[in-house]
């Protein structure tokens, strides 16, 4: 059974940083490329960042790009957040992408498969 847990959110100051986790259980994770997505509350869930499989290789959405890193290492997947902004507070979410490579559906929910439960970040003075 494809889990995956989130943990490593919290409240944090503005140019603050975090470092999420997520442990992958249930599948190998090196089959897939796995991507990070988060969601404001009355909004839509969106990718930000995806890391495939092969190579390392990622995408990052243009809000976080620059500040936000992904990484992985033997059944975990990792998002570096540094130079945090108020418009950084959502739910942010692991989940595992259909495909071993990311592509530019990174960005789009459908492009996942299974998902973590979720992890609040909040940035605020």
């Known amino acids: 059974q494809v889990r995956l847990v989130e943990f490593g959110g919290g409240s944090v100051q503005p140019g603050g940083s975090l470092r999420l986790s997520c442990e992958a259980s249930?599948?190998?994770?090196?089959?897939?490329?796995m991507g990070w997505l988060r969601q404001v509350p009355g909004q839509e869930r969106v990718g930000i960042s995806c890391i495939s499989s092969s190579d390392d290789s990622t995408y990052y959405a243009d809000s976080v790009k620059g500040r936000f890193t992904s990484s992985r290492d033997k059944n975990m997947v990792y998002l570096q957040m540094n130079n945090l902004k108020p418009e950084d507070t959502a739910v942010y979410y692991c989940?595992?992408?259909?495909?071993?490579?990311?592509?530019?559906?990174?960005?789009?929910?459908?492009?996942?498969?299974?998902w973590g439960q979720g992890t609040q970040v909040t940035v605020a003075s």
């Open positions: 249930g599948f190998k994770l090196g089959d897939y490329a």
């Open positions: 989940a595992r992408f259909m495909l071993a490579r990311c592509s530019g559906s990174y960005y789009h929910t459908q492009a996942y498969d299974s």
